[in-house]
C-alpha cells in the first residue's frame, strides 16, 4: 500500500506476486488471463459484496479483476490500491491458475477521473468488460469514459433503486450514446431460462398457437417491481411482431396491452406471495391462445425450488408435461454465463427498445414527449 | 432430400439453445447392450437439461432380451442416478415417460411392422411429425439384416419427415466387407441419410483442430513441409483388454484404432482448406488425404510399421499380466496390442513429412494428442546450447485434459547466453467456463439436425480400409519380427519402434 501510486507501481507489486518462491516454482503455476473485469463498488459495503461475486467468477474466467470503490473517509489518501493474486485448482498442481486483482480505493473526486489510471493497468489486448452494479446515470465522468472504452458494460436491472427511470435511459440513449459498447443486463441473463422453458413449448406443430395468443399471465413475488415480468412481456412481444401503442408508463402496472396480427394481446401482472429473499423472481407463466383448438401453454416452478414443470393442453386435453431442472443463477454465475458470448444479442437488443416503448423516462424532452 | 424440419419458432432465436433438436423418435438396436447404457443415455439427458432435446421426443429400444418397458427405463436410471451427482428423480420420469422398449429378434419381420405401427401412432400422439433415426448400436454381425428389414418395413423413407440410420463402429472388418456393407446400406438408405460413427470426431479438440488451422493466420503458413519435420499422432491407454478380449482377439489395435480414429486424427491436421465448412466440402478434403496416403507393399510395410504386444509388466504400482494371460485371449494370440505405423503422404504440402502414428494398450498412461514438431533453424547461432534447446512443437491435447501446447526457446535470465525450452500453454478446462462435451452428446444433436460433418462417408471408410489393408494383411500372415510379448506392460513399447524414426533428433514423444 503506497500513496500516490502510478501504473508502474501496481506492475511491479502484480510482478513481485508472481515471483517463483519455493514450492510454488517446483510444481509450476500459470496465469491466464481471458478477460479484464473492471468493477466499480458504491461503497465499503458494496465493495465486499462485489469483491465476493468477483472472486467466484475468476474461476471461470481467469482474467485480470480491477475493483474501484468510494473511500469510506474523507481523511484517508485521494487513492491507495492493493494487489492480489487469485489461484484455482490448487488440489492439482497441474493444472494451478493463476491470475490477478487489483482493488483501487480512491476518494470520488478521485474516482471521476480515475478511467485513465485504469486504462493503464489493463491486459492488453484483451475485452473489457465493466461492471457497473448500481442505477444508470444520467451523466458521471467514470462511468461515461468507461462505457466508451470498453467492450461490454454490464447493469444489473434488478439492482436499480429506481427501475422505470434507469431502464428508460437504458432504451432511450445507450445506442447512440455508446455505439461500439455492447449493454449487457444480468437480468436478462436470468430471463434467459424462462425464455428458453417458453420457446420449446412452441417447437414443430405448435408454433402455430404463437400466432393466437390471447392472454399472457406473468406471475412474480409479491413487494417486489416486476420488472422481469415487464422484459419477458417485451420479449415476446418484440419475437412476435407484437406493438406497445398505449401512453408509456411512469409506473408498473398489473395490466399491458400489447396489438398483434391476431388483434389485441393482454398481459397481465400477477403478485403472488413469495419469501422476502425470491420475490424478485418469476413464479409462473401461463400463455392462453384463442382459435379452433384453444390452448393453454404454462411454466411454473414447482415445489421442489430446483425444478420447473412445463405443460400444454390443447382443447382442454394433456398434450404433454415435462419437468426441467432449474438452478437458481447467483450473480456470479449470471456473470459466468454472461462472459462465455461476446457477440451482441440481437433479441436484448429489440427487447430494450420495446421497453423503451412502454417505459417512459426522465430526460425526454417535451417535444419527444409531445411527438409520442 | 428432404429439407429438415425447419421450426418456425420466433421465440428460439438468439437462445444459447438456438440448436435445439426438431421433434424426432430415436430407434436404438441392441437397447440392452452397454453402449445405449453409459453413453447414449446419458448424453440424451445432458442434451435434454441443456433445452437441447426437443420436447417432442420418442425412444424405443429394441434387442432380443426380454425385458418390460418398466425395467429398461429402470436400468438406465440405476446408472444415470449412480453416474450423475445432482439426479433428480422428477426431471428423470419427465425425460424418460416417452421411452419403450420392445423385445425381438433383428430378424423378426413382425417385430419391425411393429415398430412401423407404433412410431405412427407417437408421431400422432407426441407430435414427432414423422421424423426417425434408427441407432445400430448392435455388434456389427447384425448391421445387415437390420437395413434391410427397415428398408422392406418401408421405415427408409422419407415421405413424412427424415430417416436416418446412424452406424456404430466397426464399419466393416476389411476393405470387402466394408464395401460390402456400404452396398447393403445404401441398397436401402441414401448417402445423405446415412451417419457413419467415430465418437472421436464428436471431441471437442478434434474439431478444435479445424477453427485452430482455419480460423487463426499464423498457423497455415508454416503448415506444409517447409517447416514441418513430421507429425506425431499418439493414443495410448494404460488399460489392457478387458472384457473386450472376443472383440480384440479378431480386430487387433489396426482395426481398433487406426482405420477410424488415428486415420480421422490425420486427415483433420492434413487436409487442405476446404471450400466451405459444409459435410460434403470437409468430407471431400478428408477422402483426398486418405487416398494420398503412399500405398504399403510387402517391402515398405516390413520398416515402416512396427507391431507389439505387451506381456505382464507394473501399472502404477500394481503387476498387470500379459495380454496372452487375459481372460479369452489364446494363450499363443499373435494379435497385436501396439502398433506404429509411419505414413507419408503424396501431396504438395506434405511430401516427405512424415506422420507416425502409434496406438497401444497398457502404456504407461491414457493419452491422445497430436504434435507437430517444427524443423529446426536453418542456422543454429547457440552453439553452446545445443542440448537444452530444440525445435518447436505445437501439441494438441486431445484427451485427457484438453488443450494446446506451443514448445519454444528463450533465453535463461542471466549474464551468460543460455536458451531453455519452455511451454506456453492453454488448457480448456481452465479458459473456458463450459467443460467440454461427451463426444456423444454432440454427435446425437448433430444426428438429429441433420449435420453430418462429424461423421464418416462411405467413400472415406473405404479409402482408410484401403490403406490399412496391406498391413493388416501382412501381419495377419506372417510371424512378428520379434516373438510376442515383445514390449512389458507399463512401458514405452518395443524397441523397434525407435528405429523407424531413422532421424537421429526424432524420437517418440513421452506423452
Ligand atoms: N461400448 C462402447 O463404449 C462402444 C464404443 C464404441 C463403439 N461401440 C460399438 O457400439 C456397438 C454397441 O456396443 P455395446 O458395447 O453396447 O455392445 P454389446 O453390449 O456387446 O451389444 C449390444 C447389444 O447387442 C446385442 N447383441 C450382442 N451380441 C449379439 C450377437 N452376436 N448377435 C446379435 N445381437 C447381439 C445384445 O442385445 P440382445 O442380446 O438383447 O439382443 C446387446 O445388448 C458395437 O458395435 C460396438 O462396437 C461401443
Redesign the pocket.
Known amino acids: 500500500m503506497t500513496s500516490d501510486p502510478s501504473a508502474q507501481d501496481i506492475e511491479r507489486d502484480l510482478t513481485g506476486l508472481w515471483k517463483p518462491q519455493g514450492e510454488i516454482q517446483a510444481s509450476g503455476l500459470r496465469r491466464i488471463y481471458t478477460t479484464n473485469l473492471v468493477a466499480y463498488a458504491s461503497d465499503h459495503e458494496d465493495g465486499y459484496r462485489v469483491e465476493g461475486i468477483l472472486g467466484d467468477v475468476v474461476q471461470y474466467h481467469p482474467g485480470r479483476y480491477i475493483l474501484v470503490r468510494p473511500a469510506a473517509d474523507t481523511t484517508e489518501a485521494p487513492l491507495r490500491y492493493y494487489v492480489s493474486g487469485r489461484c484455482l485448482s490448487w488440489s492439482d498442481p497441474e493444472k494451478r491458475v493463476c491470475c490477478d486483482m487489483v482493488k483501487l480505493v480512491a476518494q470520488k473526486e478521485v474516482i471521476e477521473n480515475l478511467y485513465g489510471f485504469v486504462f493503464s493497468i489493463l491486459v492488453p489486448d484483451l475485452p473489457v468488460e465493466f461492471w457497473w452494479p448500481g442505477d444508470m446515470p444520467y451523466y458521471n465522468s467514470f462511468f461515461e469514459h468507461m462505457a466508451k472504452q470498453a467492450t461490454r458494460v454490464w447493469v444489473d436491472s434488478a439492482k436499480f433503486k429506481d427501475p422505470i427511470q434507469s431502464v428508460g435511459r437504458l432504451a432511450a440513449f445507450w445506442h447512440n450514446r455508446y455505439p461500439r459498447t455492447t449493454l449487457a443486463d444480468m437480468n436478462w441473463i436470468r430471463i434467459q431460462r424462462w425464455q428458453a422453458l417458453l420457446a420449446e413449448l412452441f417447437d414443430g406443430d405448435w408454433a402455430k398457437y404463437l400466432k393466437q395468443i390471447k392472454q399472457v399471465t406473468i406471475e412474480y413475488g409479491e413487494g417486489s417491481t416486476p420488472l422481469r415480468s415487464f422484459y419477458l412481456a417485451a420479449w415476446l412481444a418484440a419475437q412476435l411482431g407484437w406493438r406497445h401503442h398505449q401512453p408509456r408508463l411512469a409506473a408498473f402496472t398489473d395490466r399491458l396491452v400489447f396489438q398483434g396480427p391476431q388483434g389485441e394481446i393482454e398481459v397481465l401482472l400477477k403478485p403472488v406471495p413469495a419469501p422476502d429473499d425470491r420475490a424478485d423472481r418469476i413464479f409462473a407463466v401461463g400463455i392462453m391462445t384463442e382459435g379452433e383448438s384453444p390452448a393453454l401453454f404454462t411454466v411454473v416452478r414447482d415445489e421442489d425450488p430446483h425444478t420447473v414443470i412445463a405443460r400444454s393442453e390443447i382443447n382442454h386435453k394433456l398434450a404433454f408435461s415435462r419437468v426441467v431442472t432449474f438452478e437458481h443463477l447467483h450473480s456470479d454465475d449470471v456473470l459466468a454465463i454472461g462472459f462465455k458470448h461476446y457477440e451482441a444479442d440481437p433479441v436484448w437488443k429489440r427487447t430494450l427498445q420495446m421497453m423503451g416503448t412502454i417505459l417512459i423516462h426522465p430526460d425526454m424532452t417535451l417535444e419527444q414527449k409531445k411527438q409520442d | 432430400m428432404p429439407t429438415p424440419v425447419l421450426l418456425e419458432n420466433p421465440l428460439r432465436q438468439g437462445l444459447s439453445s438456438g440448436r435445439t433438436a426438431p421433434p424426432c423418435s430415436l430407434v436404438i438396436?441392441?437397447?440392452?447392450?452397454?453402449?445405449?447404457?453409459?453413453?447414449l443415455v446419458p448424453a440424451l439427458f445432458e442434451l435434454y437439461e441443456k433445452h437441447l432435446l426437443p420436447v417432442s421426443f420418442n425412444l424405443i429400444g429394441i434387442?432380443?432380451?426380454v425385458i418390460s418397458d418398466e425395467d429398461f427405463r429402470k436400468k438406465l436410471k440405476d446408472f444415470l442416478a449412480k453416474a450423475k451427482p445432482q439426479f433428480s428423480e422428477a426431471v428423470w420420469n419427465s425425460f424418460s415417460q416417452n421411452f419403450h422398449y420392445i423385445?425381438g429378434?433383428?430378424d423378426d419381420f413382425k417385430v419391425y411392422q411393429a415398430l412401423s405401427a407404433r412410431l405412427d401412432e407417437l408421431d400422432e400422439k407426441n407430435g414427432t411429425m414423422g421424423n426417425r433415426i434408427f441407432y445400430?448400436?448392435?455388434?456389427?454381425?447384425?448391421f445387415e439384416v437390420i437395413i434391410s428389414n427397415l428398408g422392406a418395413a418401408g421405415l427408409a423413407k422419407e415421405d413424412k419427415g427424415f430417416s436416418r440410420v446412424v452406424i456404430?463402429?466397426?464399419f466393416g472388418h476389411d476393405l470387402e466387407s466394408a464395401k460390402e456393407l456400404n452396398v447393403k446400406v445404401r441398397e436401402v438408405f441414401k448417402e445423405h441419410q446415412i451417419y457413419r460413427?467415430d465418437?472421436y470426431l464428436g471431441k471437442e479438440t478434434v474439431q478444435n483442430f479445424l477453427v485452430m488451422r482455419f480460423a487463426n493466420s499464423i498457423f497455415e503458413p508454416i503448415w506444409n513441409r517447409r517447416h514441418v519435420d513430421h507429425i506425431q499422432i499418439t493414443a495410448s491407454e494404460d488399460l489392457g483388454v478387458g472384457t473386450r478380449a472376443g472383440?480384440y482377439e479378431s480386430a487387433g489395435i489396426l482395426r481398433d484404432m487406426f482405420q477410424n480414429h488415428l486415420f480421422q486424427v490425420m486427415c483433420l491436421i492434413a487436409m487442405e482448406p476446404p471450400v466451405t465448412f459444409e459435410a460434403n466440402a470437409i468430407r471431400d478434403e478428408k477422402l483426398k488425404i486418405l487416398q494420398a496416403i503412399r500405398p504399403f507393399d510387402e517391402h515398405s510395410v516390413k520398416h515402416l510399421a512396427v507391431r507389439g504386444q505387451y506381456g505382464p509388466g507394473f501399472l502404477a504400482g500394481q503387476k498387470v499380466p500379459g495380454y496372452r494371460e487375459e481372460e479369452g485371449v489364446n494363450p499363443k494370440s499373435n494379435t497385436p496390442t501396439y502398433a506404429a505405423i509411419k505414413i507419408f503422404l503424396d501431396t504438395w504440402r506434405w511430401h516427405g513429412v512424415p506422420f507416425l502414428l502409434r496406438s497401444a494398450k497398457r502404456l504407461p498412461k491414457r493419452t491422445t494428442e497430436a504434435a507437430i514438431q517444427f524443423k529446426e533453424p536453418p542456422n543454429l547461432l547457440f552453439k553452446n546450447n545445443l542440448n537444452t534447446l530444440t525445435p518447436n512443437v505445437l501439441i494438441i491435447r486431445i484427451q485427457p485434459d484438453e488443450g494446446i501446447t506451443l514448445k519454444f526457446d528463450t533465453k535463461v535470465p542471466g549474464m551468460t547466453m543460455e536458451g531453455r525450452t519452455v511451454n506456453m500453454d492453454f488448457r480448456y478446462g481452465t479458459s473456458f467456463a463450459e467443460g467440454t462435451s461427451e463426444a456423444y452428446e454432440r454427435l446425437l444433436l448433430d444426428c438429429m439436425l441433420g449435420d453430418a460433418t462429424l461423421f464418416i462417408r462411405g467413400d472415406e471408410a473405404e479409402a482408410a480400409w484401403a490403406a490399412l489393408m496391406p498391413v493388416i494383411h501382412h501381419w495377419e500372415t506372417t510371424e512378428p519380427e520379434t516373438p510376442f510379448p515383445n514390449y512389458e506392460a507399463g512401458t514405452w513399447g518395443p524397441v523397434e519402434a525407435d528405429n523407424m524414426l531413422e532421424r537421429p533428433w526424432r524420437h517418440w514423444r513421452k506423452v
Open positions: 438396436y441392441g437397447a440392452s447392450g452397454d453402449l445405449t447404457v453409459r453413453k434387442s432380443r432380451s423385445a429378434g433383428y445400430l448400436s448392435t455388434p456389427p454381425n447384425v456404430e463402429k466397426p460413427i465418437h472383440y
